[in-house]
Nanobody
Framework: QVQLVESGGGLVQAGGSLRLSCAAS????????MGWFRQAPGKEREFVAA????????DYADSVKGRFTISRDNAKNTVYLQMNSLKPEDTAVYYC?????????????????WGQGTQVTVSS
């Protein structure tokens, strides 16, 4: 059974940095796409970043390009989201997701597995 566990959220001032982690277990993820999504209160869940586990191709939402980086550590079976130059509008619950295809997707409905989420709050 696939399990995704996020960690690393918290409260940070605008301009600061956080690194989110997503520990993945239960499968070999070499043929998977890993994604990060976020959901702010009263808003729909939105795409943040995605990465093919093995091939390394990535995609980012325009709002985070140049500030966020998605990466993975194969030995630890963990995916990371490094978030720099954080803004108050980045405040949301951040979710890790896995998709059983190597083709990247920005559509949350195409992801098969989800973590429980971790809160990120950016103060102004």
């Amino acid at each position: 059974q696939v399990q995704l566990v996020e960690s690393g959220g918290g409260l940070v001032q605008a301009g600061g940095s956080l690194r989110l982690s997503c520990a993945a277990s239960g499968r070999t993820f070499s043929s998977y796409t890993m994604g990060w999504f976020r959901q702010a209160p009263g808003k729909e869940r939105e795409f943040v970043a995605a990465r093919s586990w093995n091939f390394g191709n990535t995609d980012y939402a325009d709002s985070v390009k140049g500030r966020f980086t998605i990466s993975r550590d194969n030995a630890k079976n963990t995916v990371y989201l490094q978030m720099n130059s954080l803004k108050p509008e980045d405040t949301a619950v951040y979710y890790c997701a896995a998709r059983e295809r190597t083709l990247l997707s920005v559509n949350p409905s195409t992801y098969d597995y989800w973590g429980q989420g971790t809160q990120v709050t950016v103060s102004s």
